[in-house]
């Protein structure tokens, strides 16, 4: 990272950064898209989950729908569509 650091504040052009910029966005993506298949491979409907989101922050939910990159979870009654990155199982005792 500290050689990163270097190269990038040795960048004098707009278009090298740019460059810079889209490489880290793709590389972004690519990461969060394994992310999603790690999250999606181990969950399952009827799960219970905890959620890890601004307006629920550690709630305890069930999972009642998995889509391509969401899981509808029931919150104390409350449908929520929330992003399969921010779900994590509950460690049963």
């Not at 990163?4 to 910029?21: A, G, P, W």
């Not at 990461?31 to 629920?56: E, F, Y």
């Not at 709630?59 to 729908?65: A, D, L, P, R, T």
């Amino acid at each position: 990272m500290k050689t990163l650091k270097q190269q990038i504040s040795e960048i004098r052009t707009m278009s090298e950064l740019n460059d810079v910029f889209k490489a880290a966005k793709a590389r972004h993506q690519a990461i969060r898209a394994q992310d999603i298949a790690i999250k999606k491979a181990t969950l399952c409907v009827g799960q219970k989950v905890i959620v890890n989101g601004q307006s629920n922050v550690n709630k305890v939910g069930i999972i009642e729908k998995i889509k391509i990159k969401n899981a509808v979870v029931n919150i104390d009654g409350q449908r929520w569509n929330c992003p399969l990155t921010i779900l994590a199982t509950v460690r049963s005792a």
